[in-house]
């Protein structure tokens, strides 16, 4: 089980705004940098955000990402159905001393 | 480019051992740490294990403790995944993955299917 809680799926019309909540703990989102990753599914994944809010040469800034104390947001503006997949957070965290993926969630365009 | 391709996965018994090799080209392969992340069917990332740029340090997470080993030849740009004692929840996609120095994923490979089954 995931020390990383991340809501299921979210959906939203061509064009609109989803976020996508990663809720965590002193030990991983609060004390190290949060990083997100898109799958499409029979993909792998790719990194859309590391260091909290930085994107990676090639990603469109619709893509952000924010953390406020043990919580992480990736927001998709625009949204486009070529968005469609399941997003992950991802942290260090200190007490397992391991890496932690988020539970994922499935973005849906209607 | 970066690139990063997995090879040695397939179909093994329960108790059965077997090893994944990740090769890698692109960059400069003895200055970053390498690491593995599975995916079971249908089911979320998990990170299995990661080590340094020289190979002296390892990190596993608890599920493989004991019983995988992580290993890299810098000479080979080559980075291993010794897996015994396999059990039918051991069954994943394997991914090769270079890790940044903040401890991000920023390369994957294709990844490769390993099956636990009798």
């Known amino acids: 089980q995931s020390v990383l809680t991340q809501p299921p799926s979210v959906s939203a019309a061509p064009g609109q705004k989803v976020t996508i909540s990663c809720s965590g703990s002193?030990?991983?989102?609060?004390?190290?940098?949060v990083s997100w990753y898109q799958q499409v599914p029979g993909t792998a994944p790719k990194v859309l955000i590391y260091e909290n809010n930085k994107r990676p040469s090639g990603i469109p800034d619709r893509f952000s990402g924010s953390k406020s104390g043990t919580s992480a947001t990736l927001g998709i503006t625009g949204l486009q159905t070529g968005d469609e997949a399941d997003y992950y957070c991802?942290?260090?965290?200190?007490?397992?001393?391991?890496?932690?993926f988020g539970t994922g969630t499935k973005v849906t365009v209607l | 480019e970066v690139q990063l391709l997995e090879s040695g996965g397939g179909l093994v018994q329960p108790g059965g051992s077997l090893r994944l090799s990740c090769a890698a080209s692109g960059f400069t392969f003895s200055s970053y740490a390498m690491s593995w992340v599975r995916q079971a069917p249908g089911k979320g990332l998990e990170w299995v294990s990661t080590i340094n740029n020289s190979g002296g340090s390892t990190y596993y997470a608890d599920s493989v403790k004991g019983r995988f080993t992580i290993s890299r030849d810098n000479s080979k740009h080559t980075v291993y995944l010794q897996m015994d004692s396999l059990r039918a929840e051991d069954t994943a996609v394997y991914y090769c993955?270079?890790?940044?120095?903040?401890?991000?994923?920023?390369?994957w490979g294709q990844g490769t299917l390993v099956t636990v089954s009798s």
């Open positions: 002193s030990s991983n989102i609060g004390n190290n940098y």
């Open positions: 991802g942290t260090w965290d200190s007490s397992l001393s391991a890496y932690v």
């Open positions: 993955a270079k890790r940044a120095d903040s401890y991000y994923f920023d390369y």
